[in-house]
């Protein structure tokens, strides 16, 4: 075989042939993750795959290269990969594509959340390859509009989320239709005994590989958090984006209200930023990803819905606004930056009735998170306010006829409306 010296030698070393060498050196890839240096050659060489993997490493690359280098431009749809949410569908498909940017390959997404009639005119296109929702993927195939009956290459992504929110079935019918001999790969951040009991009636002596190291989170990542009380939080996070160096960063908020409530915040304060999360319209959320991947704007707010759907590489920050419920999920948090050898940043603010939470991250994650301080920042007495438990001071009913904004004067002078008065039946009209 000719050398390229100018290609990079490391992945034609595994295999990868000079059409996809080209677009690794334009993207920039010189030398293989751990993963890709495994899966890579054990899937050229047509073997099924158990692959578990940290987030960040570069499986899509590692499954979609020898993948893509197999599929015959002469035919149509070769492949199917399944993922547990649009936007890491929507990802898949964009990483896929730049991968095969020197080919005539076609990769085409379906995803729910878009209109039917503009997917239905791609599938109308006859890709080669399809990434997308169980839930949508199916939805075609009813419609007898996707055909994977004759597909070559099966990939399930991110298997233990599709578990957690619930495609167990929508997989098992989808599978159940390839009928043609076929290659599986299933990828996943943890592999347990559940994935092998759904794998194992459709794949054939897989290869397991197991690049994890039993870590759930990345060493790249410097974890840290900070106290502070929950009228504070917004004080803080403006006095850490003034001190810190935070080229592209998301917080995260734990609900869509806070998510919308930060984001205007933080704009009317002049601060570039905006949100993400499950409220929003499909080409809304494609159109704030995209100008975050393009860096145009700096700072995402997002809900969890996007803890597993956004893989950008320069993200340096990971501010956890509100500390998530569930550990696990601050893993998957977290695991956006610290990508692909980066160092990345991960700040968690802390209220004193969550010691317990951050206590239980701990555990999962079998390190201390140490406590950090910002230079400046002084805690501030909660606001005062009335007509609730939450607001910090001692609560009493309002006096009858008291209402919102009335002064001590006018109440006094106000007549206390009766029960008698409120519900007197309405007297009868003479005929």
């Given at each position: 075989?000719?050398?390229?010296?100018?290609?990079?030698?490391?992945?034609?070393?595994?295999?990868?042939?000079?059409?996809?060498?080209?677009?690794?050196?334009?993207?920039?890839?010189?030398?293989?993750?751990?993963?890709?240096?495994?899966?890579?050659?054990?899937?050229?060489?047509?073997?099924?795959?158990?692959?578990?993997?940290?987030?960040?490493?570069?499986?899509?690359?590692?499954?979609?290269?020898?993948?893509?280098?197999?599929?015959?431009?002469a035919?149509?749809?070769?492949a199917?990969?399944?993922?547990?949410?649009?936007?890491?569908?929507?990802?898949?498909?964009?990483?896929?594509?730049?991968?095969a940017?020197?080919?005539?390959?076609?990769i085409?997404?379906?995803?729910?959340?878009?209109?039917?009639?503009?997917?239905?005119?791609?599938?109308?296109?006859?890709?080669?390859?399809?990434?997308?929702?169980?839930?949508?993927?199916?939805?075609?195939?009813?419609?007898?509009?996707?055909?994977?009956?004759?597909?070559?290459?099966v990939?399930?992504?991110?298997?233990?989320?599709?578990?957690?929110?619930?495609?167990?079935d929508d997989?098992?019918?989808?599978?159940g239709r390839?009928?043609?001999?076929?290659q599986?790969i299933?990828?996943?951040?943890?592999?347990?005994?559940?994935?092998?009991?759904?794998?194992?009636?459709?794949?054939?002596?897989?290869?397991?590989?197991?690049?994890?190291?039993?870590?759930?989170?990345?060493?790249?990542?410097?974890?840290?958090?900070?106290?502070?009380?929950?009228?504070?939080?917004?004080?803080?996070?403006?006095m850490?984006?003034?001190?810190?160096?935070?080229?592209?960063?998301?917080?995260?908020?734990?609900?869509?209200?806070?998510?919308?409530?930060?984001?205007?915040?933080?704009?009317?304060?002049?601060?570039?930023?905006?949100?993400?999360?499950?409220?929003?319209?499909?080409?809304?959320?494609?159109?704030?990803?995209?100008?975050?991947?393009?860096?145009?704007?700096?700072?995402?707010?997002?809900?969890?819905?996007?803890?597993?759907?956004?893989?950008?590489?320069?993200?340096?920050?990971?501010?956890?606004?509100?500390?998530?419920?569930?550990?696990?999920?601050?893993?998957?948090?977290?695991?956006?930056?610290?990508?692909?050898?980066?160092?990345?940043?991960?700040?968690?603010?802390?209220?004193?009735?969550?010691?317990?939470?951050?206590?239980?991250?701990?555990?999962?994650?079998?390190?201390?998170?140490?406590?950090?301080?910002?230079?400046?920042?002084?805690?501030?007495?909660?606001?005062?306010r009335?007509?609730?438990p939450?607001?910090?001071?001692?609560?009493?009913?309002p006096?009858?006829?008291?209402a919102?904004?009335?002064?001590?004067?006018?109440?006094?002078?106000?007549?206390?409306?009766?029960?008698g008065?409120?519900?007197?039946?309405?007297?009868?009209?003479?005929?």
């Open positions: 075989m000719q050398k390229h010296p100018e290609l990079p030698q490391a992945f034609a070393e595994l295999g990868v042939e000079v059409r996809f060498l080209k677009a690794l050196q334009k993207m920039g890839f010189t030398e293989p993750s751990e993963v890709q240096l495994k899966m890579i050659p054990m899937a050229l060489q047509g073997h099924d795959i158990l692959g578990q993997a940290r987030t960040g490493t570069g499986k899509t690359a590692a499954f979609g290269l020898p993948v893509l280098q197999q599929i015959d431009p035919h149509r749809l070769q199917i990969c399944l993922a547990p949410t649009r936007e890491l569908a929507v990802q898949v498909t964009a990483e896929l594509r730049r991968l940017s020197t080919t005539d390959l076609h085409v997404p379906v995803y729910g959340g878009q209109k039917v009639a503009t997917q239905l005119h791609h599938l109308g296109r006859k890709p080669h390859f399809v990434v997308g929702t169980p839930g949508r993927v199916l939805d075609f195939m009813e419609r007898r509009v996707l055909d994977i009956s004759k597909v070559r290459f990939i399930l992504d991110e298997v233990d989320r599709m578990l957690d929110i619930g495609f167990r997989i098992k019918r989808i599978l390839v009928t043609a001999r076929h599986t299933f990828v996943s951040a943890t592999i347990d005994e559940q994935i092998r009991r759904l794998a194992q009636p459709y794949m054939r002596d897989p290869v397991t590989l197991d690049v994890s190291r039993d870590r759930l989170t990345v060493e790249e990542v410097d974890q840290s958090y900070i106290s502070v009380e929950g009228h504070d939080k917004f004080h803080l996070l403006r850490l984006l003034s001190q810190e160096q935070l080229p592209l960063a998301i917080v995260f908020c734990r609900t869509k209200h806070t998510a919308r409530k930060l984001s205007k915040k933080l704009h009317d304060a002049g601060i570039d930023a905006k949100e993400i999360h499950g409220d929003l319209m499909q080409r809304k959320r494609d159109h704030v990803m995209e100008q975050f991947r393009k860096h145009q704007i700096r700072i995402l707010v997002a809900t969890d819905l996007a803890s597993r759907g956004i893989d950008v590489s320069a993200i340096s920050h990971i501010i956890n606004y509100d500390v998530p419920e569930d550990p696990e999920v601050y893993v998957h948090r977290i695991g956006r930056t610290g990508r692909m050898g980066a160092r990345g940043t991960a700040i968690t603010f802390v209220t004193k009735e969550q010691g317990k939470e951050i206590t239980n991250i701990e555990k999962l994650i079998n390190q201390q998170i140490p406590r950090r301080e910002v230079k400046g920042f002084v805690a501030r007495p909660a606001p005062e009335s007509g609730g939450s607001s910090g001071t001692p609560w009493s009913a006096s009858p006829g008291a919102s904004g009335d002064t001590p004067t006018q109440t006094a002078t106000k007549k206390p409306k009766t029960l008065g409120r519900f007197r039946p309405a007297r009868r009209r003479r005929l």
